[in-house]
């Protein structure tokens, strides 16, 4: 079984009164394609950026290759 190489646990993110994430859980593996699709506001964007540290969940954790 691979690995998970990204995992979010449980992550939740709002801009002012507006969610747009709500308690997201992913596992990413090694080798693994993954594709974001849906329409706008949904937080496709505000997903890769919590993915790469450049936002912060308001709850949740992000955790890479096991660790955060």
Same mark, same amino acid.
């Given at each position: 079984?691979?690995?998970? $190489? $990204? @995992?979010?646990?449980?992550? %939740? !993110? %709002? =801009? @002012? +009164?507006?969610?747009?994430? +709500?308690? /997201? #859980? /992913?596992?990413? !593996?090694?080798?693994? =394609?993954?594709?974001?699709?849906?329409? %706008?506001?949904?937080? !496709?964007? &505000? #997903?890769?950026?919590?993915?790469?540290?450049? @936002?912060?969940? +308001?709850?949740? @954790?992000?955790?890479?290759?096991? &660790? +955060?």
């Amino acid at each position: 079984m691979e690995q998970n $190489i $990204i @995992e979010i646990k449980g992550v %939740s !993110k %709002s =801009f @002012e +009164d507006n969610c747009v994430l +709500d308690n /997201l #859980t /992913l596992n990413i !593996k090694k080798n693994e =394609f993954l594709t974001l699709l849906g329409p %706008s506001g949904c937080g !496709k964007t &505000t #997903t890769l950026k919590i993915i790469a540290g450049f @936002e912060d969940a +308001d709850k949740g @954790e992000v955790l890479f290759n096991g &660790t +955060d």
